[in-house]
């Protein structure tokens, strides 16, 4: 089974910056893709951003591109979602993700292993 738990969230003021960090209990990244997803009060779990195996392929909701950057650490097992330019729409607990699988996707359904949550509160 694999584990995967977030760390890093907290409270920030916008315009600031957090770096999300996902550990996991895999010894490789290969074959998985990891991704980040989030999910404020009263409102679905959204696709925030994916990441292929070999950090070769990398995908983005809209409302994130140029301010966030999903990445990974393949000798650490870590995936991470650097986030600058916050804004308090972006305020919502964050999930990290993994999937089996070098395709990307932003389905929920697609992605067998979550973390825990880590809240990520952004101040006016």
């Known amino acids: 089974q694999v584990q995967l738990v977030e760390s890093g969230g907290g409270l920030v003021q916008a315009g600031g910056s957090l770096r999300l960090s996902c550990t996991t209990s895999?010894?490789?990244?290969?074959?998985?893709?990891m991704a980040w997803f989030r999910q404020a009060p009263g409102k679905y779990r959204e696709f925030v951003a994916a990441?292929?195996?070999?950090?070769?392929?990398?995908d983005y909701a809209d409302f994130v591109k140029g301010r966030f950057t999903i990445s990974t650490d393949n000798a650490k097992t870590t995936a991470y979602l650097q986030m600058n330019s916050l804004k308090p729409d972006d305020t919502a607990e964050y999930y990290c993700?993994?999937?089996?699988?070098?395709?990307?996707?932003?389905?929920?359904?697609?992605?067998?292993?979550w973390g825990q949550g880590t809240q990520v509160t952004v101040s006016s």
């Open positions: 895999v010894r490789t990244f290969s074959p998985y893709t």
């Open positions: 990441i292929n195996w070999s950090g070769a392929i990398t």
């Open positions: 993700a993994g999937r089996r699988g070098s395709i990307s996707s932003r389905s929920r359904a697609s992605y067998a292993y």
